[in-house]
């Protein structure tokens, strides 16, 4: 008597071809995927729960770890979240800059995600190519934020620091960098035999089991629905922009990279119209006092000789550049009870340095009143969405975050069943699973 | 017509209470209508909630340092979406700490399941037929409920190596 038994095979938790750590076990009839049990949580590090015991502007640099590809759009749904709940607004420069350091995190994003499932079919050239771009891109956060990942760059009420004097040359000079490179990846994938076979009519699902999914993102426009946060629910100055929403239509791995390929060529267009649009910043020419470095204001804050001080502007670490009083104006909200002194004022003058303190100091800090606020923005993967209770103190009292991932990988089973086992490899790197934001 | 005073004129008798904080239309309902509730916010065609965005919990244990008293300790939150007329809607429902058991909404929308293990998992609130509720962050022998504000934030319960 012959038996035929199925086989279970263990993929992950590490595993090359998992992006980060998660198990799949996988139960198999020779190379068919007979049923796919997904298992999480390896990475989890008590985000929801590290927030409630931290200030509000504490949660920051937690948020930069959620999608680590794209920190600057967690960062920015953050914030925004936290400005709805506060019901305040932020100056027009400090939105502009907003937009166009959360699409140059999209770019990036999307970046790895193509970038790592081509290498993954064997692409390994393209792979390179799109890392170099990608490179480009974090030397233009670098220079705005002083860090590549960990950037915790955004503010309630604004941004830690200005555009550079020479910012907007260099993002030009690295967009057209950024479409060379997309241009050359686009001409080694879309018509190469290999990558074609593997992508096309794979790892499909339709639109009816994504949206009862609640998909969001490049994985549910691939399967031709329009949806898209920034434009179904404008926020910052999205309604001013020109661009379009990329769709797919058979909701295979080769649509998804298509809409990604796509969606980078708006995130760029929207930059460059950011550029044109961008209300002026500060202009050097309204300086009273003179330029001395900061540790030489702090010490003559401390021996008392602040006849003057107020009119004078220190130099920053470059870390810091763009953060002096002059640029400070025109990218944070004009409200004292939300947003820290620029530093000028906390080392110059008693009432900034009483405003800093009441900022900072456990127990005083942000006090929103009493209520709870959803507010979801466009991540790379999807909708990111944070939710946020607060009971009129210092912390919050829960901060939930909706990750778009999390349903992408609900629904994986979905584009994996009935297929190849060698299939899994394109069609969770088209997820573009990011376990940070995943097990949060 | 908003979606919420739809649902308030279709359920006047299972709303507890209603709010429009900052624009986010919510309406909070006793549990044992949710699921009526939810079949009413999916099928009916002027409403057509098709994307059951979130689902998460809240414990008001000792909510504002013990200043606001609340009549249950956790509450479960609903964010719906609708696609067609692109509103949304927040459905809220206290639960008691003595019943910790709500309906699975995952009949109406698939995407139930995960969330609703996600619940279960941090604040151990149960889900009447749910297929597959088990842990989905944390491991199986993890003891207690992570985001319960009496699980203390420092407490540690490793697998293998030093004990706490």
Partial sequence: MTQTRSMLLNVGPSHPAMHGVIRMIMELDGEKIKNVDIEMGYLHRAFEKMCETVMYAQCFPYTDRLNYVSPLINNVGFALTLEKLLGIDIPERAKYIRVIMSEISRVTDHLTCVGASAMELGAMSVFLYMIKAREFLWELVEEITGARLTISYVRIGGVKADLTPNFVDNAFKKIAEVRKVLIEADELLTRNRIFFDRMKGIGIISAEDAIAHSVTGPFLRATGVAYDVRKANPYLIYDKLDFEVPLGSAGDNLDRYFVRMAEMEQSLRIIEQCFLQIPDGPIAADLTGEVIPAAEMVDSAKMGQTAGLIEDEVSLDPTLQGSTRKYYESISADKKSVVLPAKENTYGNIEGLMNHFKLVMYGHGIKPPVGEVYFPVEGANGELGFYIVSDGRDHPWRVRVHPPCFPIMAALPKCLIGGMMADLVPTFGSVNMIAGELDR | ?164
Avoid: C
Wanted: net charge negative; aromatic share 14%; proline share 5%.
């Fill in chain 2, 1 to 164: 017509m908003s979606p919420l005073e739809k649902v308030q004129e279709q359920f006047t008798a299972a709303i507890i209470e209603t709010h429009s904080f900052r624009g986010d239309e919510t309406a909070v309902i006793r549990p044992e209508s949710l699921l009526a509730v939810a079949k009413f916010l999916k099928e009916t065609p002027e409403l057509d909630f098709n994307f059951l965005m979130d689902v998460t919990a809240v414990d008001y244990l000792f909510f504002a340092g013990g200043r606001i008293q609340k009549e249950f300790r956790f509450e479960m939150v609903y964010h719906f979406f609708s696609l067609k007329h692109n509103h949304r809607i927040r459905i809220k429902v206290p639960v008691d700490e003595k019943n910790l058991e709500v309906d699975t909404l995952n009949s109406l929308w698939v995407s139930a399941d995960w969330y609703e293990r996600e619940v279960w998992d941090m604040f151990g609130i149960k889900f009447k037929g749910h297929p597959n509720l088990k842990r989905i962050l944390m491991y199986e022998e993890f003891v207690g409920h992570a985001l319960r504000k009496d699980y203390p934030v420092n407490k540690r319960q490793p697998l293998i190596g030093p004990q706490n």
